[in-house]
Structure formats: C-alpha cells, structure tokens
C-alpha cells in the first residue's frame, strides 16, 4: 500500500500544468520569499513616494521642504513596518477584505505616531495635514503599486508556495482549479491525493492542504504532520463548502484552527450610518442617468418606468425592491410560452432563474441596463428607507425562494438584504442554485465591516467587467 500511495503521490506531482512558483524546488523556497517581500515592500515604498510627489505642491512656503521629507520619510517607513507586523509581507492566505483591514489599521497606528511626532516640531498643524494626506493617498494607491509588484513576482516566479491538496475525487480537482485562477492567495497546488501518503516524494511540495468534508481524524493529522513541513486545514472557499469552518474565525486567512471563537457582526448602528452615507449622494448623483433611462424605457415601450416587486426582508418582512424596468409589459406571458416550447430554455431557467437569451428583455435599452446592473440604482430609496443595506444578500422573489430549503431560507432572513453582494462580484448571473446558496452562507458567516467595504469597493470593477450580468 505504501509503495501504491507514492507512486500514486508521484504521478500526480508530475501531470500537475502551468507554471509553478518558486521553480527551483523547496531549497530556493527562503531566497524566493525574501526578493518577494523586497519587491512588494518597494510596490508599497513607491505609493509613499508618489504620495509625497503629488503633495509637494500642497507644502506652505514656510514649511521646510527638507523638514517634510524627513517626517513623511519616517511615517513611511513606521508603515511598512506596521505593514510586515500584519503579516502582509507576502500576505499569502490571507482574504482580501482582511489585506484591506490590515492595511488601514496600520496607516491609522502611523497616524497617531505622526499626529503625535508633528505636535513636537515647529512646523506645527501644516505638516500633521501634509503627512494625514500623504497617508490618505498612499492607502489609495497601494493596491495598484501592490498589484504590479505581485504580477512582477508572477512573472519571475517567485510569487506562492507550493502545495499539494488532500480531498476525495470530486472537490479536490474543484480546489485545484480555485486557487491556481486566484493565485494572489499564494497557494499553488500541483495536484491532489485522496488520502494522506504513507511517503512524501522529496521533490514535491512540502505544503499540504486538507479539505475534508469534517475535521479530520486525528491519526490523519498526525501522518500528514510526519510527511510535510506545513498542514493548512482548508476553510470554507466563497465558491465551496469545505466543512463549515469560517475564515472569519482565523483573521481572515485560508487555514484553519481547530478551536474557534465566535465572531461578532457588524453593529446595526454602524451599518446604517453607512448605509446612509452612501445611499443619499449616491441618489443625488445618479438621478438624472436615471431619469435618462426612464425615458428610454417609455420611448421603446410605453408605460411604468418602475417594476416593483415583493421579496422577503430581514426575518422574512416583505420588501417591495424598486428596479427600472428592463422587459415588456408582458413579460410573464413571454416566459411561460418559451419555457412550454423550448426545453433548454426550461433547464437553464431552472438552474439559474434567468435566461442569456431572454424575448422578455426591452431591445437595446433593456440590456444595456441590465448588464450593467444600472436597472438596481432605485434600489438606493430602499435603503434609504431601511428595506435594504448597501451590501448583503440579494433579496430573490418566491419563485427563487422556492426552489431553496428551509433551513437556508432562514439563514437568508436573519440579514439585511443587499443592493450588492458577494456574489454580484464574482460569479453574477453565472452562479447556479448551489453556487448562490454557497456564497450567500460563506457572506453571512464571515460578514463584518470590512468584508462589506470588500465587497463594496469591487463591484465597481465587476459592473465595468460586465461578465455574467444578463
């Protein structure tokens, strides 16, 4: 059996595709992981260089250039090591939300120290303002210097830690896949086994990640202890139930600890203070597009503008969600004679309730709207009235209800619905019943503030992306 799982562990190693990190094999492992850290710490030294460029002009004639550079030199540099004591230096296995809470965290803690070092100098409140924005702009294009470093770690493979993945046959390849196309994780998986080997292929990964369908055996454990360096116990992915375990409960990193504490959600009162800020200029703002659209609604078919429609709230309250109308007046007659007289029309509205080609849809104006989610923009007056959040689950007719458990559907009713969510910015409208459902649990399982301003923030990104609205 022992000589079976090696072979078996061998092969797999072998047919593993795509370009591996770190290709040099565990013993360059140390050196790959310090010029990653060296190039993403000079991504994040070049935001502060280019925030302090972009202030220069802003600086009062009698504040001293050279005084300014060697504060904002000093703040710099107590962020970056604020940034490498989050552990963000590479920042493998981390969720992005949680990158985005450290990196806030740290450039606030670096405030304080400015606030308090500013206080001391001559210079006074004119270098505290100069330095408070130099920290504002830098946190504002970190995420871009960061991107081009990890694409440059890419490209000179450096960038990730190789693995092998322990699963059954069904999840394992499933996993594979997943992390290989969200390779900013880290982790890059060669190939999966279904069970621990008895031993471990020297030239393979000296990583393992075990995603069992529940906490694994004991025994299991202490094998997979003896064969490799590192044991990562998978939590739940946004795309996969694992095993019920919660990345909240870890900080917001990939593996997982046996011994959890529970986690709190975010506060009502924050949540609607947001809510609001957001909400009201955003109405302000979009108004008139709004009106815009209205009018090329009533143009290409004459009648309400508005489609409200009844859906299941927080603890199951009936929401009436406010939408711009995209499909003809008759909608509904339109989808029962296509779903009689096409058959694959009939299953893909089974699996996904909606259709790519869909005959309800108004020509040109409706499609525009819907694939770039503008028809959800009314939404905003629900929740400015309380109906709805900014960012939760997205509130389904009953049809869809339906075809969910109960168990789910009361999951689904202890959070505030959304205007965006987790599945808005990555699967959309590709998502079938139990992708939603798997995403709809991983959010409220692990929700918090800063996964909502996550979430928030891409879906900017995903509505100019455009792919799975339909």
Known sequence: MSEIRSASFTSATRQAAGPQPGALGDALALPSRLATQAILIAGDAGAFAAACLLLSPLRPARLDAAEFARVAALVALAVLVLHGSEKLYPGYRLQPHEQLRRRAMASFKAALLAAAATALLSAGWHLGLLVAGMLACALALQPL??????????????WGERVIVIADAERGPALVDYFRRRWQYGLYPEAFLPAVPETRNRNGPSIAVIAYEAAPPLAELAAARRQFAEVILLADTPCMKVAGLRPADIDGEIGIRLAAGARRPPSPGVSRAIDLAIAVPAVLLFLPFMLLAATAIYAADPG????RQAREGLAGRTVHVLKLRTM??????RLEALLAADPAAAAE???HFKL???PRVLPLVGGLLRSTSFDELP???NVIAGDMSIVGPRPFPEYHLNAMNAEFRHKRRSVTPGLT???QISERGDADLDLQRQLDEFYIDNRSLWFDWHILLSTIPAVFRRSGAY
């Open 145 to 158: 210097t960061r991107w081009l470093a990890m694409h440059l770690c890419r490209q000179l493979g450096l």
């Open 304 to 307: 309400p503008v508005l489609f």
């Open 328 to 333: 003809y007046r008759d909608a509904a007659e």
């Open 349 to 351: 509205w089974a699996r």
């Open 356 to 358: 790519r080609r869909d």
């Open 379 to 381: 939404q905003l007056l």
């Open 421 to 423: 969510g987790l599945w």
